[in-house]
């Protein structure tokens, strides 16, 4: 039976290097899973990390993008009125006649020389070149020089 003692003296240190494997896988899967756990937390905090600054980037941007919003929209009314501002102007310019430079005008009957050298009474000018109207009347000085009668009619009626 000498073989069936070495046959188990074989079995039994099989047996403890079989046990001794086991603790060392024991360990290293020990140490794997650590690590493994180690790592996952590492995952997760990089991750909440990140979902944090995302977050936090994003309401940036929306606000940001909020206030371009606003700023096109300013724009387009400013540019509106703008375009509303030029109409107006050349409608008006359209309307505008403009009497510039010298009117060479008669000394003593007040009639002004147009560019062809002809002579026209000052209302018939200025109208002519311009979009004014006019209106008679007399000043003081002219009822008093050409009415003196009637001046002096006035003068009565006002010290009354």
């Known amino acids: 039976?000498?073989?069936?003692?070495a046959d188990l003296q074989q079995?039994?240190?099989r047996i403890q290097e079989l046990e001794t494997e086991v603790r060392h896988l024991g360990n290293e899967l020990r140490l794997t899973r650590e690590e493994y756990e180690d790592a996952t937390s590492?995952?997760?905090d990089i991750y909440c990390n990140l979902e944090?600054?995302?977050?936090e980037r994003t309401r940036e941007l929306d606000a940001v993008n909020g206030k371009l919003v606003q700023e096109i929209e300013e724009r387009?009314?400013?540019e509106a009125e703008k375009e509303q501002l030029i109409i107006h102007l050349q409608k008006a310019m359209q309307e505008v006649k403009v009497l510039s430079g010298f009117l060479p005008i008669c000394a003593?009957?007040?009639k002004i020389r147009d560019d062809s050298g002809y002579w026209s009474q000052i209302e018939e000018y200025i109208s002519k070149h311009s979009s004014a109207?006019?209106?008679h009347g007399i000043c003081p000085d002219c009822v008093k020089k050409l009415y003196p009668d009637f001046h002096e009619e006035m003068q009565r009626r006002t010290k009354k």
């Open 1 to 5: 039976m000498s073989c069936s003692e």
């Open 11 to 13: 079995r039994i240190q």
């Open 42 to 44: 590492k995952y997760l």
């Open 52 to 55: 944090k600054k995302i977050g």
């Open 76 to 78: 387009k009314r400013t």
């Open 108 to 110: 003593s009957c007040k």
């Open 133 to 135: 109207l006019f209106s």
